[in-house]
């Protein structure tokens, strides 16, 4: 009796062992691939860490397992998940980033073809003779009449002329008909570009350039509404919008017409600088009424030396002419009287 109690009992422990080996065999077996992780003794009581750093910790630095493609070479946990996971959240943020740019830039490209200096502005165009010499100007001007600059020279304004249908850089008489220059200009001589610039207001605006038939660059200058762009400005005010002294700088050199006003606005004398030096005519004028007072020489260019300035000619307040000395050899030519009229 004792011996089959005993043969029942090894029966029954080998049965119970069968089973349980071919419950293991069911579950799904760990990748060779995935590294193992350690123990934390130390943390047994505490629970399984509740982040993914304290997991990372936790596992072996350095695991015998590689990666697919990683030629055998053994990786860590923490440099799989710190390194070859791309960081998405920043590849987002840049992909917004550059989409925000081109759509700003795309807007400002389109603003740039209805507004100057966000001035509202239309296209316009003028054609003169016919054939491969007729001049074509493309040009843009205000949708209706606006101040011009009270300090600019009537010889650089620029403006259309609705009645007539052509540009004039006259004064302006009739407001209502004048429609100041504003935007981008460009001048052809048959299919030759020969000027370029832009206007702001009627006046000249940043970079002008002239080229001869073969595009080659002949003159260029940069404006600043109406004036070089490094001039020397001074004022009667430090608000800054009475002008009384416009001294010209190009490429850092005193170079082209100075202009010097009353506290008023109007035009108090005139005269030109070349490389740093008083040259020809120079005008004063009275204050009302743009009567000029005096006429004084300079020397006819910046090489002349042991030059004395005199006086050419000289008025009253009524316009009379007090004395002539025109007819000095020494006198250059006079040129044509652009004050402005206030």
Not at 48 to 56: A, G
Not at 68 to 85: A, D, M, R
């Amino acid at each position: 009796m004792q011996r089959v109690i005993l043969i029942c009992f090894f029966i029954s422990i080998l049965t119970f062992e069968r089973l349980i080996a071919q419950t293991n065999s069911k579950e799904t077996a760990q990748p060779a691939w995935l590294p193992t992780a350690k123990k934390d003794t130390s943390n047994a009581q505490s629970g399984r860490s509740k982040d993914l750093k304290s997991f990372v910790s936790g596992l072996d630095p350095v695991v015998g397992a590689s990666l697919p493609g990683g030629k055998g070479k053994s990786t860590t946990l923490s440099t799989l998940f710190g390194e070859t996971i791309p960081d998405l959240g920043l590849r987002v943020k840049e992909y917004k980033s550059l989409k925000g740019e081109r759509k700003r830039k795309k807007e400002k490209a389109k603003l740039a073809k209805v507004q100057y200096q966000g001035i509202p502005m239309q296209s316009m165009e003028k054609k003169f003779g016919s054939g491969d010499r007729a001049t074509i100007e493309y040009f843009h001007v205000l949708k209706e009449y606006k101040p011009i600059n009270d300090y600019a020279r009537p010889t650089e304004l620029r403006w259309y002329d609705k009645k007539t249908r052509k540009l004039s850089s006259s004064l302006i008489k009739d407001k209502a008909m004048a429609l100041p220059l504003h935007g981008s200009y460009k001048k052809y001589v048959g299919e030759n570009l020969i000027e370029e610039g832009f206007y702001y207001m009627g006046v000249k605006d940043g970079r002008w350039a002239k080229y001869d038939t073969k595009y080659n660059l002949l003159d260029k200058a940069t404006w600043y509404r109406g004036f070089p762009a490094e001039s020397r400005i001074t004022y009667y005010d430090s608000a800054h919008t009475k002008v009384k002294e416009v001294i010209p700088v190009a490429y850092g050199q005193i170079q082209g017409e100075a202009l010097k006003f009353y506290d008023e606005g109007q035009l108090m004398a005139s005269g030109k600088y070349a490389d740093g030096k008083k040259v020809g005519r120079w005008v004063e004028y009275y204050q009302f009424r743009r009567l000029r007072k005096k006429e004084i020489q300079y020397p006819k260019d910046s090489w002349e030396e042991d030059f004395e300035p005199f006086v050419l000619r000289e008025w009253d307040d009524k316009g009379k002419l007090l004395y002539d000395y025109t007819k000095d050899p020494r006198a250059s030519v006079e040129e044509e009287d652009a004050a402005i009229e206030k």
